[in-house]
Structure formats: structure tokens, C-alpha cells
């Protein structure tokens, strides 16, 4: 009979997917421990855990095999050097925020393409201004986005990028091909590509190769007229370098849900700079689904544990996705 603990902090939700974990699959002992104590002494003989295993529980832990990591982008330091050496294989939840971030996407390509901000401006204002926009709008069925990160997310992007016309240049380290997208790269070209982006959207998540990749030596690499959208990881992107470039002309504008640093303080300059848009990290909230594929993912891989067979959304965790 496997063990499967679910590592604190508990929620009632955790501890209805516990009960439903045990319901679904019988072979299976649930434990659910509430304090970070309980959850040291169920680890001992787990063989599969959901959530974060810490250091001192992971040296507790003598047959653990499996670990479901929650997020397909977790918090700093879940992937310590102890836990990379590990035997445990991890997976993660990758592919169940796709259709919902995707679509956060293309509301900031489509505002940033038609000027949208420059007339949201005018309208705080109470100005009747048809030439408020300071760039041209971008024809899309002649315009290029250079997506980073074809996984669930930038393969979603790319699909509903072409449906509006626009030519996509994937960039990813694995990926070979997706709908979509009319070219693939890998990340160490990047830069040849950029001058061709109208649109530079990046979908990667923070690893020590992805940390910082967007600065001002990448932005001065594109047109005056493109456009910057990170829906990834904040910590991708120097947003300090980021702010001058759009300030300066370097680049036209951006669209921003995550950042560098959360939240992104009152007095920072991007909050008042005219082509940016700023949701604070939100493509996902009310995601309709989420939760329940979340899941779906935990529960066929305990299924597929249980029998022998390999698991779903393995993670390389020493790139920590």
C-alpha cells in the first residue's frame, strides 16, 4: 500500500483532494499532517508527497520516490541542491493554465497593437484625441512575434497568434515544432531573431540559465516599434532595464504581468510611463478549471505510480522545470 502524505500548509482544499485521493484510489494511504512536526514524522515511510518536502524532512525521508510539485513555476529555493541530488522524481501541473494565460496574452498584444494605453490615457483625461497613440498600429497579418517558451502556454500564444495572421518564431531549449509557429529556435539564437519581433513574449519560467536572459543589451536589439510582454516569471526580466528602454525609445511599449519585484512599488516609474500595461499578476485568478486539473494531474500520476508506469510532467530538476 503506497504512502502519500500532503505536505502542510493545509487548506481545505488539499485536505478534500486528500479525502478524494483515498476514495478514488484504495491501495493508497493519505496522511495529512497539519504542522511542519506531523508532516517530519509521516515523511519517514511516504512514498509520494504533494507540495514542498524541506530539507530537514527530506533527510527523514527513507523511501519517497515521488513528489508532485503544485506549480509548474514554483517559489524560489523548492528546488534546493539536496533535492536535485535526490533519487525522487518530481513532476508538475505544466499545461493546466495554457487557455487562461494565453488569452492574457493576446488582450495585451491586441491593446499594445491598436495604441490602446495612448487612448486610455486621453480618455483619463477627458480628451477627444484620435492621434494619441505615438506609434503606428501594427498590421498583424504582416507583423512577427517571437515567443520564448513553446511549452502549454507559448504553444497556445503561438496557435491563437496565427489565427489573427501573425507570423511566430518559437524559441525553446526541447520543443522542435508546434502549431502555429512558423519557425522554430533554440535559445542560444535568440538574439539573431530579435530585429524581426513586433512582439517579444516570453513564457519561461525562472531558473538559474532564464534569470535576467531580458535586458537592455536584448531590447536594444529590436525596432523602436516593438512591444515586450513577460506573462513568465518577473525575475526574467531587469525591469529597471526594462523602464529605461521604454522610457528612452528603445523599445515601444510593454505588457507586464509578473515582475521583478512583487508588488511592484507605488513610486516606480513604469506605473506612469504612457504604452504600458500592468495587471499585477493575475493571468490565472478565476481561472475556470484550474484547480480541478491541478487535480487530475496529482491523481493520474498516483495511478500511474501505483502501477508501475512511468509519470506525467517529469520535471529536470536540476533546471528546476
Known sequence: MPKFVMMPPQTEQKREWARRLADTLPPYMVAVPETDEDARREIVDADAAFGWVPPAALKLARKLRWLQNPDAGPFP????KELIE????????????????SVHIMMFLLALS???PFYMGAQARGQWEKDAPRFPFVYLREATAIIVGIGGIGAE????????????????PRIKDAPGVAEMATPDRLDEFLPRADFLITTVPHTPETEGMFNMRRFRLMKKTACFINIGRGKTTRLDELTDAVANGVIAGCGLDVFETEPLPAGHRLWTLPNVLITPHV??????????????IMLENARRFA?????VNVVEKDKWY
Open 114 to 116: 491598436r495604441g490602446l
Open 86 to 101: 535526490h533519487p525522487v522524481v518530481i513532476c508538475n501541473p505544466r499545461g493546466i493554465y495554457s487557455d487562461h494565460i
Open 157 to 172: 500564444t503561438a496557435r491563437l497568434c496565427s489565427e489573427f495572421g501573425i507570423t511566430v518564431i518559437g524559441v525553446d
Open 77 to 80: 529555493g523548492y528546488y534546493y
Open 307 to 311: 502501477e508501475g508506469r512511468p509519470l
Open 283 to 296: 493571468a490565472v485568478r478565476d481561472g475556470v478549471h484550474v484547480e480541478e486539473r491541478r487535480f487530475q
